[in-house]
């Protein structure tokens, strides 16, 4: 006899509606207001306490890219443009290419100015050093030679800090054959708009039995890169988080589960960031207007975060991301050898919606699928051909397992609340470094 109650055949209607019906649900559109309108109404038949919280949100939209080598050759090359990072205007911008292999800051000298720059990695940390020799443009190559090229979104706040420049990006074929062919001089054009939108956290309340004040998240992203299917990431992910809903509603649980569809993740956690400021900024506020008294909040009863991210892909590996105490690592691992379901088990920092809870002071486990299809992410092969029920039973059972020994049935809370000194600098390096965001 079964002693769980998840079914993955469930879970995958979610992920199918989620990815096939619904689509790409980009920050901001009508096909993620779409998908949280469909979130919501699921809590709601479960007689969950349902709420949208909506935050405001800078977002673009591509009006139109092109790439075209000019010298020695003409051609035109696929690309896709990264939104918020820079236009070029509708004649776009001519230079001369250059290639670096390298952006190490001792490599870069005043030879990038006025290029047209093609590189393997601009990321945030390359987007300062650039900026600085204010390039015409940026070229990004795949780093793969099985993927198209990636859709991704850029960030006001990089543009604003350092300055704009104009990205698109490549597949490694197209990238390997200006290389192989010496294409000397390009022409560049990425046209987008910009406009301050709403998104929305998606939130179903269980309430607890015995201890409803201990509260627990289960959370997972709903939003997509422009144009991406999104279903590995991150439909299996919310699809699991609609599944376990299910699931407590029926079994029960001494404590309150809260069970969120987090907004606007792959913008840079821009959802969760706003949960959990908003949590912090009323402990604060409470603790000023009452400093006399021990004042119990909202943040304070919340107890752990459970973040599941990247989920569906028959091929690959398990793993989970711990940011708490060690005896939580602890747990995780117990369970995966005592069910027989391996998962590589690490300490630090997972770029998701469980860091902004952690730099609260919220432990968290963040559960994923690595490997495999995953090579797809942010592209437009990310769709539902890679998944399957089965690998979602597999994920959702052993998440299942582990809320039941541990939230819903334990007498007293297990895990004391505490991040480590050395990860909570580590989310302080996470933000600062990586997002180039003010943390929560």
């Known amino acids: 006899m079964r002693d769980t109650l998840f079914s993955g055949e469930r879970a995958f209607k979610h992920l199918e509606k989620l990815a096939v019906e619904i689509g790409p649900r980009p920050s901001g559109s009508r096909e993620e207001r779409r998908a949280a ?4 109404s699921e809590f709601e038949d479960l007689g969950l306490k349902t709420t949208l919280q909506e935050f405001e949100v800078t977002t673009g939209r591509v009006v139109s890219k092109r790439l075209e080598v000019l010298e020695p050759y003409s051609e035109e090359v696929a690309c896709e443009a990264i939104p918020l990072m820079g236009s070029t205007g509708p004649e776009g911008v001519a230079g001369d290419l250059l ?3 390298t952006t190490d800051e001792e490599y870069l000298t005043p030879e990038v100015s006025g290029k047209v720059i093609l590189t393997g990695r601009f990321n945030r940390r390359e987007i300062r050093l650039l900026a600085k020799l204010k390039p015409l443009a940026v070229i990004t190559i795949e780093a793969s030679p099985r993927t198209l090229p990636k859709h991704l979104w850029g960030m006001p706040e990089l543009r604003e800090k350092y300055g704009a420049i104009p990205a698109l990006r490549v597949s490694y074929e197209d990238g390997l054959k200006l290389l192989e062919r010496g294409a ?40 997509t890169v422009p144009e991406v299917q999104g279903a590995g990431d991150n439909a299996g992910g919310t699809a699991l988080v609609m599944e376990l809903a299910r699931v407590f509603k029926e079994k029960g649980t001494r404590r309150t589960m809260r069970f969120i569809a987090w907004g606007c993740e792959e913008m840079g956690l821009r959802g969760s960031i706003h ?10 506020r409470l603790r000023k207007e009452r400093p006399e008294e021990e004042v119990e909040t909202e943040l304070d009863r919340i107890k752990l975060t459970i973040n599941l991210d990247v989920h569906g892909a028959f091929l690959g590996t398990n793993f989970a991301r711990v940011l708490g105490p060690p005896e939580l690592t602890a747990a995780v691992k117990l369970l995966s050898k005592e069910v027989g379901v391996a998962f590589e088990v690490k300490e630090g920092v997972y770029s998701s919606d469980g860091t902004s809870l952690s730099s609260v002071g919220v432990p968290s486990v963040s559960f994923g699928r690595g490997g495999g299809s995953n090579v797809f992410m942010h592209s437009v092969e990310d769709t539902i051909r890679w998944l399957k029920p089965q690998a979602l039973q597999v994920q959702g059972e052993f998440v299942e397992r582990f809320l039941t020994r541990y939230v819903a049935q334990a007498a007293a809370f297990p895990f004391e609340k505490k991040i480590p000194e050395k990860q909570r600098k580590e989310i302080e390096d996470y933000f600062r470094k990586r997002l180039m965001l003010r943390p929560p």
Not at 37 to 40: D, N, R
Not at 275 to 284: D, G, K, N, P, S
């Open 99 to 101: 290639y670096l292999e």
């Open 37 to 40: 309108e469909y979130i919501a």
């Open 275 to 284: 949960y959990a400021r908003r949590l912090r900024e009323e402990a604060e």
């Open 184 to 223: 000397r001089r390009v022409r560049v054009v990425v046209e987008t708009e910009e406009e301050k939108v709403r998104s929305q956290n998606v939130i179903g309340e269980l309430e607890g039995s015995q201890r409803p004040e201990e509260i627990v998240l289960v959370g997972g992203h709903y939003d």
